[in-house]
């Protein structure tokens, strides 16, 4: 008798403890149907930092036309050639063409390159 009594009591419990189950699964489904809006946003904006503005500067000068972009990758390869091991912290370029040169200064190592 007394195993009787406890599965009167655990479907008791049962019985008074679904519905609260229920409205506690309720509101959790709302909930994230409301912040669902809040996570695209959040998708989005990622999306807009990882697209980095990058500005194309070109040179012009007697006819002539040079990619800054591509400048920069030449004199990074140029020092690399030049100096392998050893990383890249700072460069800065000088572009002359009325020299048809430029000149460049990475970790404060000054060289050059015709254009």
């Given at each position: 008798m007394?195993?009787?009594?406890?599965?009167e009591a655990v479907e008791v419990a049962i019985e008074k403890t679904e519905p609260v189950v229920?409205?506690?699964?309720?509101?959790?489904?709302?909930?994230?149907?409301k912040a669902e809006p809040a996570l695209e946003a959040v998708k989005h904006?990622?999306?807009?930092?990882?697209?980095?503005?990058?500005?194309?500067?070109?040179?012009?000068?007697?006819?002539?036309?040079?990619d800054s972009a591509v400048l920069v990758d030449r004199c990074k390869e140029d020092f690399k050639?030049?100096?392998?091991?050893?990383l890249i912290r700072?460069?800065?370029?000088?572009?002359k063409p009325e020299d048809n040169m430029v000149y460049y200064v990475i970790n404060d190592i000054e060289d050059k390159l015709a254009l």
């Open positions: 007394s195993t009787n009594l406890v599965k229920r409205k506690a699964k309720d509101v959790a489904e709302a909930a994230a149907k904006a990622g999306k807009q930092v990882a697209a980095v503005f990058v500005p194309e500067v070109y040179v012009q000068f007697a006819n002539r036309q040079f050639a030049k100096h392998p091991s050893t700072s460069c800065k370029l000088y572009i």
